[in-house]
């Protein structure tokens, strides 16, 4: 099976396209994403026909569970679907079909015209509870709501993108939080059903912050574009920043756009690492 390993600042995924979806994917990418004894990486992606756009993605975390989107996964799916000839080469917009509906991107490309990244339209947020959902009562929007997890106080702030995200702001350095022992308790607290993204973030200026974050069924990523987006969003909703932002992650920066109505859009770079072979052994 011919696979390809490409990442979105660090965030790394496995890559291909199979004839059939006929097999257990999630058991592939349990063994795919592990980085001792497969490939390495925070999961796996398939690019797929699609009815309704012009490619579907299908994205696996590393424990095998499937999610709704993944912001750094379509941008590198796009390149890939492009490279490999799954969509016509010169287009200039792609619509990729997810379980979080279709998603735009403008595909931004170097001076030879290869695909380096895209502009992504990645939908309106919603901060309703029920989108998440979230155990929550109200129709939102949800600010400082207080949990305790391991004896730490934290206010969370939360925000759908087609994936469920809970957000809680720092005065200090995110790199100092200690994310490994918060993060899976958030992610499984008994407020969020279907378990939640869990990110740190330090508002550094109006249109500058810092965040690392906790993926559902992945742990500790170096970049999450939903992420990004919700953190966009949460963060001109409760007025900390303006319309657009540079969230600084472990592994590089996004760009994002909101203005507080509509669909917020994210802009970063797409990198593709090796081909190679996967035996089944």
Not at 16 to 21: D, G, T
Not at 46 to 59: C, N
């Given at each position: 099976m011919r696979v390809t390993k490409m990442h979105g600042l660090g965030n790394d995924y496995v890559y291909?396209?199979?004839?059939?979806?006929d097999r257990d994917w999630g058991d592939l990418s349990r063994r795919v994403s592990d980085r001792h004894f497969g490939v390495g990486s925070d999961g796996l992606i398939?690019?797929?026909?699609?009815?309704?756009?012009?490619?579907?993605?299908?994205?696996f975390n590393a424990d095998g569970s499937e999610a709704e989107m993944c912001g750094n996964g379509i941008r590198c799916v796009v390149k890939y679907a492009v490279e490999e000839?799954?969509?016509a080469h010169d287009l200039p917009v792609v619509t990729v079909e997810t379980?979080?509906?279709v998603k735009t991107l403008a595909l931004v490309r170097d001076g030879r015209g290869v695909v380096t990244g895209a502009r992504v339209d990645m939908g309106p947020p919603s901060f309703s509870p029920a989108s998440l959902p979230a155990n929550v009562e109200g129709a939102g929007p949800v600010i400082d709501l207080p949990i305790t997890v391991d004896g730490m106080a934290l206010k969370l702030t939360l925000v759908s993108v087609g994936n469920p995200h809970a957000?809680?702001?720092l005065d200090s350095d995110p790199d100092a939080f200690p994310l490994e022992r918060i993060g899976p308790l958030v992610e499984h607290h008994p407020l969020f059903p279907r378990r939640v993204n869990f990110q740190i973030v330090q508002v550094l200026s109006r249109d500058h912050v810092k965040h690392r974050v906790w993926e559902r069924g992945s742990g500790i990523t170096l970049a999450s574009g939903t992420s990004a987006t919700a953190v966009c969003a949460a963060s001109r909703l409760r007025g900390f920043t303006g319309d657009r932002i540079t969230?600084?992650?472990p592994g590089g920066d996004l760009m994002l756009e909101w203005d507080g109505a509509g669909s917020v859009f994210m802009t970063g770079p797409a990198t593709r690492v090796f081909d190679a072979e996967w035996l089944e052994g």
């Open positions: 291909l396209a199979p004839a059939s979806e398939l690019a797929l026909p699609s009815q309704v756009a012009d490619m579907r993605m299908r994205m000839g799954l969509v379980l979080a509906g957000i809680h702001y969230d600084s992650l």
